[in-house]
Each structure stands twice: as C-alpha cells, then as structure tokens.
C-alpha cells in the first residue's frame, strides 16, 4: 500500500476507505488528481464509474485489487460511484467545485532604493507582479525585476529595486 496516497482502500467485506467501513461516501475537487491506495481481496476489485458497472475511462489501475489507482477528476465533473466489479458493492464519489482562492490585499509597501510590497494572505497560489512607468500618456507599463519573493510574518512580500525617475506610477499584478 502506498503511503502517500490520499485514499487507502481495503475491503472487510465491503469496502473501507481511510479506515472508515460500510462505503463511505468521499468528496473530490474537480480539477484534482488524487491517488488510492488499494489492498482489497482479489474478489473484490475496486472500480471508480460513471455508474455502477460503467468504468470511468482514463483511471490509471482502474478495477485493481492490488494497486495504487490515480483518478483526475474532470473540471465539469458529475457525482460518481466507485464499486467492486464482481459483487457490486458500491459508495458515493462527491465532486466539488474547487474553493475560491483568496483575493490579496496589500498590506503595507514602502519605496526607497528599492520597493517593497506586502501582500497576506501568505500563501503559495498567487504572484505579486510590481510593473511600473514615468508617464500616464504611455501605455507601456514595464515589468520591475523581482529580486525576492518570500514569505515574512503572515504575508508574502516582494522586493525589487526601485526604477530611475522621480514621477513613477506603480501597478501591481496578480498572477
């Protein structure tokens, strides 16, 4: 069994996942890959399907007994079922939508010889981007080179140097 699987997947006589029995009913994001870990009885083979005798097509080690299966859940997922192909035991697969990512907000900055901008919430899923130009008539905005972008006391924070001029419009994207 593998450990770093998200699911482990075993069969009493029915079907036990995580170490819960009885199929119990799990939820997945959609958009998602996640991996089960399946040490079952050879009679009882574990299946992720549309529906109850459907397999789902592009399940890595689908219908195994002794594998790890990996499933990508499609980003317009349905509900599905997971079962074992000789008995037809099943449970429930939930699909969720993925949550909504944080919107962040700038929480303090300060330009010197170079701009510093602090960002929270402190988290990996997005990229401060500082662009900067000289005159408001020209659309080009150009992109400040980052020169570090780390994590400091609950926020994320971005240094870069600070342009030539003394008129500059700064603009922060996120990515």
Same mark, same amino acid.
């Given at each position: ?73 499609? *980003?317009?997922? !349905?509900?599905?079922? /997971?079962?074992? $192909? ?7 697969? @939930? #699909? =969720? ?27 990996? *899923?997005?990229? !401060?981007?500082?662009? /900067?130009?000289? $005159? ?7 992109? @400040? #080179? =980052? ?29």
């Amino acid at each position: 069994m593998c450990a770093a699987a998200d699911f482990a997947v075993t069969s009493p006589s029915v079907f036990a996942i995580n170490g819960m029995n009885n199929n119990p009913t799990i939820t997945l994001v959609r958009g998602r890959t996640y991996t089960f870990a399946v040490s079952t009885a050879s009679f009882h083979p574990f299946v992720i399907g549309s529906a109850l005798g459907t397999p789902q097509p592009g399940v890595v080690n689908n219908n195994s007994s002794s594998a790890t299966m990996t499933f990508s859940v499609p *980003t317009n997922a !349905v509900n599905y079922v /997971y079962y074992c $192909n000789v008995h037809f035991f099943s449970g429930t697969i @939930l #699909t =969720v939508a993925p949550p909504t990512p944080p919107v962040p907000q700038i929480v303090s900055w300060s330009i010197s010889n170079n701009i510093v901008l602090r960002t929270a919430p402190a988290t990996n *899923t997005f990229t !401060v981007i500082p662009e /900067y130009k000289t $005159n408001l008539n020209n659309t080009n905005w150009v992109a @400040l #080179t =980052v020169q570090s972008n780390r994590f400091v006391n609950g926020t994320n924070e971005t240094f870069c140097g600070r342009p030539p001029g003394t008129n500059l419009f700064i603009r922060v994207t996120v990515q």
